[in-house]
């Protein structure tokens, strides 16, 4: 069999969930191209709409979003349903944990089940009402409440936690600086510096300063990465002389270590077109079978492995 030609793959989730929120509460219209319009993004788009903000979607992966200010948002008058997303519960419970009207999150049967101490711990440390039932949703979210800046050690590194914690701290009296113990995916801190947000970042250290507005975008939502990785194994297997080429695949360094360990293996992949996009790094890849053939074995574990990894960042 042979893989050849030129494709893309769908839009990345994380960035699409966090465009939907930051976006929303930017001064101005914000343009987003290749949203994912899957069910977990849908359903942070519909809490948006729910909390008062004009979202537009001319096609399934094109968004106009009309920012309402970062203290725009309104009481959406119902629980919010986050369906089976756990990165949109985490991340509304941060945004939400500043606002001046109460909110309730819950989930279908999976997600009511997962676990959201951890990020309930470090709000209530910032002066926030965040209630959970025995650790787990519903999430309930008392308004009203004024957040102080902290220094947040984290117990362990999650990019859902962090994110949380700086949507929140975006409406702090003070900066908030987050400690992690590893490295985390830091789509957050990208977006938040695009918009026009003070983020400093000093080795695992995050220090945010709250703005008084957040700007506008206009984005193009890159290809995740993590979709991108079946083909670019695939293409190391079994791509023709002239390649298979996979346009627009996001490159943040925090995603694409599957691509030093198959270079590390031999395999021929060519970083082109190097651009950014809403401050994450975008390029085209083009894939050649190794010329020295790759063991397939080797390559399916080491899928396995990264997979593995990577949800545990996420």
């Known amino acids: 069999m042979r893989i050849f030609g030129t494709m893309a793959v769908p839009g990345d989730k994380s960035i699409s969930h966090r465009a939907l929120m930051l976006c929303g509460i930017a001064e101005g219209i914000s343009e987003v191209s290749d ?16 909390l008062g903000v004009r979202i537009e979607q001319p096609s399934d992966s ?7 200010g970062l203290h725009g948002l309104r009481d959406a008058g119902r629980v919010l349903d986050m369906g089976n997303a756990g990165t949109a519960m985490r991340l509304f419970t941060g945004l939400l944990a500043a606002q001046k009207f109460d909110s309730r999150l819950v989930g279908d049967a999976s997600l009511m089940k997962r676990p959201m101490e951890r990020v309930a711990k470090p709000l209530r440390e ?3 009402d965040v209630r959970t039932l025995n650790g787990t949703p519903p999430v309930e979210i ?51 510096k695009s918009c026009g947000v003070r983020v400093d970042t000093e080795g695992l250290r995050t220090i945010l300063h709250p703005p008084q507005r957040l700007l506008s975008q206009i984005l193009t939502v890159p290809g995740d990465f993590s979709s991108a990785a079946f083909f670019i194994v695939a293409g190391c297997l079994a791509a023709p002389p002239q390649g298979l080429l996979i346009s627009g695949v996001g490159m943040n360094p ?4 599957l691509l030093d360990i198959l270079r590390s293996m031999g395999a021929e992949i060519e970083t082109l077109n190097a651009r ?39």
């Open 35 to 50: 949203f994912l319009a899957s069910e977990d993004c849908l359903a942070t788009l519909a809490a948006m709409r729910a």
């Open 62 to 68: 094109r968004v106009l979003i009309h920012g309402v």
């Open 126 to 128: 910032m002066g926030a």
């Open 142 to 192: 008392g308004g009203g409440h004024r957040l102080h800046g902290i220094d947040y050690r984290m117990p362990m590194s999650s990019a859902q936690v962090k994110s949380a914690i700086l949507l929140a701290a975006l409406y702090a009296d003070a900066a908030t600086t987050i400690s992690a113990p590893a490295i985390s995916r830091d789509h957050s801190e990208r977006m938040l």
């Open 254 to 257: 925090t995603r694409t270590g």
């Open 276 to 314: 950014e996009s809403g401050a994450e790094p975008v390029a085209d890849l083009r894939i050649r079978a190794s010329s020295v053939g790759i063991c397939r074995s080797e390559l399916m574990a080491m899928m396995g492995t990264w997979i593995s990894g990577s949800a545990a960042k996420s």
